[in-house]
């Protein structure tokens, strides 16, 4: 089955930097990454998603990076904010699998 | 408004005590999936529907069952609780199948003592 790793565990930055979280995956045949946030007390919501014909996606400040022959993929965050702070979680889906597999997740922590 | 909703949000129980935790979406999803997420794991799959009288096993299946019996519902039923069931659990509901974006409850805390 699939196999997502997702560094850094925890990532720390001040007001206005940028943040980057890494994903890996394991099946080549996966094509669907979505990114989804986690506010404390609420669910994982989705920010971003990211299919494996595009390399690149952008919703204003945030933007997702995907490199299919390395297998990897990454969440951009710029001009961060202190409303950014939640647990980020990636994962990876294939055509016709009905799972989807997420990373461990990354505490953001944004500090004014 | 378009919502995933679970119930209880919390509970505290004692082992070998029959539960249900209810999940309830009004997007007429085809796709619904229960997740357990415990600290350093992450969110892990415990069953999922790709529709009404179709279920499957996740990565976590063992302790738990689930039922589809019409569109909007999926239940998650934990017939003999033990200790290490304790844990933060989300229903989630997509369209499709799961490579579709998923719309997640606000989650359930369960306490098994």
């Known amino acids: 089955g699939e196999n997502v790793e997702q560094h850094p565990s925890t990532l720390s930055v001040q007001e206005g930097d940028s943040a980057v979280i890494k994903c890996t995956y394991s099946?080549?045949?996966?094509?669907?990454f979505p990114w989804y946030k986690q506010e404390l007390g609420k669910g994982p919501q989705l920010i971003i998603d990211?299919?494996?014909?595009?390399g690149e996606k952008k919703d204003q400040r945030i933007a997702v990076t995907l490199n299919k022959t390395a297998k990897h993929f990454s969440l951009h965050i710029t001009e961060t904010q202190p409303e950014d702070s939640a647990v980020y979680f990636c994962?990876?889906?294939?055509?016709?699998?009905?799972?989807?597999?997420f990373g461990k997740g990354t505490m953001l922590l944004v500090s004014p | 408004e378009a919502q995933v909703t679970q119930n209880p949000r919390y509970l505290i129980t004692v082992t070998g005590k029959k539960l249900t935790v209810t999940c309830s979406q009004n997007?007429?999803?085809?796709?619904m999936s229960w997740y357990r997420q415990d600290p350093g794991l992450g969110l892990r799959q415990i069953y999922y529907?790709?529709?009404?009288?179709?279920?499957d096993k996740g990565d976590v299946p063992e302790g738990y069952k689930v039922s589809r019996k019409e569109k909007r519902n999926f239940p998650l039923i934990l017939e003999s609780p033990s200790p290490n069931q304790t844990s933060l659990y989300f229903c989630?509901?997509?369209?499709?199948?799961?490579?579709?974006?998923?719309?997640f409850g606000d989650g359930t805390r369960l306490s098994i003592l």
């Open positions: 990211i299919r494996s014909n595009v």
């Open positions: 989630a509901s997509s369209r499709g199948q799961g490579n579709q974006p998923q719309h």
């Open positions: 997007m007429n999803h085809e796709y």
């Open positions: 994962a990876a889906s294939s055509v016709g699998y009905s799972t989807l597999t």
């Open positions: 099946d080549s045949a996966s094509n669907y």
């Open positions: 529907s790709m529709n009404v009288e179709v279920t």
